[in-house]
């Protein structure tokens, strides 16, 4: 089986930088991926790790540590549109995407 | 249009009736899935098909059916619905990972269903 785990809630201030922590325990690892999804709507993909490093796309990076079963999703010049659920979710060989419960993150002026 | 279609996008029942949301896909793509999203509770996988001959239960299947009708359908039935599977519905599609795919999911817009 898998477990991911990621904090509930996050919050944060216009301009700042925030990271955003996931640890997955799987077997057969295949890849971590996050996920954007805003109140009401489908989730948006935003990055995807299978090797240990950091993968940089504009004001997003996520970091993936496979011998630690680590990753973070970090978020800089955060605006109030980043105001949203963070999902993180690992995909095991042979079977389907298994997600943790989200992080909710807050951006406030 | 989009590429991932549910309907209903919205749908009220009763308790006992038997539901069917419906998916379609014009990725190409040969897997689909059905996700269930409910507060504090993330999306949850319900079942998953690798190809049209191929079906898989997921974390939470009990209570639901699955038919995968053509590689661009997929249909999820509640036989006889009942309150707590009240929730947001996702119909998603992927590549196979390694074929110049990551496996990652594209998500349809989402089907809210109440069964009251």
């Known amino acids: 089986g898998q477990n991911i785990d990621q904090p509930t809630e996050m919050t944060a201030t216009e301009g700042a930088i925030v990271q955003i922590n996931c640890t997955y325990q799987?077997?057969?690892?295949?890849?971590l991926f996050w996920y954007q999804q805003h109140a009401g709507e489908a989730p948006t993909f935003l990055s995807y790790n299978v090797l240990d490093g950091l993968e940089e796309k504009g004001r997003f990076s996520s970091f993936l540590s496979r011998s630690k079963g680590y990753s973070y999703l970090l978020l800089k010049e955060l605006q109030m549109k980043d105001s949203a659920s963070y999902l993180c979710a690992a995909l095991q060989a042979g079977t389907a995407l298994i997600f943790g419960k989200g992080t909710t993150l807050s951006v406030s002026s | 249009d989009a590429d991932v279609t549910q309907t209903p996008r919205n749908r009220i029942t009763k308790t006992g009736k038997r539901i069917m949301l419906e998916c379609s896909q014009t990725?190409?793509?040969?897997?689909m899935y059905w996700y269930r999203q409910d507060p504090g509770l993330g999306l949850r996988l319900i079942y998953y098909?690798?190809?049209?001959?191929?079906?898989n239960k997921g974390e939470i299947s009990d209570g639901y059916s699955v038919s995968r009708q053509a590689q661009a359908k997929f249909s999820l039935s509640l036989e006889s619905a009942i309150p707590n599977q009240t929730a947001l519905y996702f119909c998603a599609t992927s590549g196979r990972p390694g074929t110049g795919n990551t496996g990652e999911l594209f998500f349809g817009e989402g089907s809210r269903l109440t069964v009251l």
């Open positions: 098909s690798f190809d049209v001959k191929d079906i």
């Open positions: 799987t077997s057969g690892f295949n890849g």
């Open positions: 990725k190409g793509h040969d897997r």
